[in-house]
T-cell receptor
């Protein structure tokens, strides 16, 4: 079955530690995205990548970093510079076909203690 | 850029119809989507409509698009408790890689 996986489902970290969230897709999609979701605020775009070895900042990139070394993978690192990292993180991918819809992973809930 | 607005909450009785509304600002939006998010899960695409369409029906779901007023709605017929979730409206313009999402409407279905 094709799809997007995110791991882990829940992640706990101490303040000041960097943490990396995994996102893998086997849909052969070119574009991948990272969103942050906070209660009542909808989805906010952190980073996106249209092709391998290229990525662009979204609306709230400060304190985050990404890499896109493989088409299937788009890991997100939440650094200690992110002031309020506790949130639900969603990864998505998209194939540039006629409907342009995004497919979402199940999400990772990060809690910083 | 595009703005997408939705009301935040909707409460309906089981068996009634639900109508979730969305307005957008970018008249060049080519695709408009409705996603469903259940608690603690990712977003699931429910349906989408192309900008040259006025209506799309898929089983219990009906999408209406009024391009003049830039208004999109999702009607769920015979709403069930399993329909309780957050519903997101989103739009994307031709050639863009970045959809714009509304803040989501929490649908609560009570017996």
């Amino acid at each position: 079955d094709g799809g997007i996986t995110q791991s882990p489902k829940y992640l706990f970290r101490k303040e000041g530690q960097n943490v990396t969230l995994s996102c893998e897709q086997n849909l052969n999609h070119d574009a991948m995205y990272w969103y942050r979701q906070d209660p009542g605020q909808g989805l906010r775009l952190i980073y996106y990548s249209q092709i391998v070895n290229d990525f662009q900042k979204g609306d709230i990139a400060e304190g985050y970093s990404v890499s896109r070394e493989k088409k299937e993978s788009f890991p997100l690192t939440v650094t200690s510079a992110q002031k309020n990292p506790t949130a639900f993180y969603l990864c998505a991918s998209r194939l540039a076909d006629s409907s342009n819809e995004q497919f979402f992973g199940p999400g990772t809930r990060l809690t910083v203690l | 850029g595009e703005d997408v607005e939705q009301s935040l909450f909707l409460s309906v009785r089981e068996g009634d119809s639900s109508v979730i509304n969305c307005t957008y600002t970018d008249s060049s939006s080519t695709y408009l989507y409705w996603y469903k998010q259940e608690p603690g899960a990712g977003l699931q695409l429910l349906t989408y409509i192309f900008s040259n369409m006025d209506m799309k029906q898929d089983q219990r779901l009906t999408v209406l698009l009024n391009k003049k007023d830039k208004h999109l709605s999702l009607r769920i017929a015979d709403t069930q408790t399993g329909d309780s979730a957050i519903y997101f409206c989103a739009g994307i313009s031709g050639g863009s890689y970045i959809p714009t999402f509304g803040r989501g409407t929490s649908l609560i279905v009570h017996p």
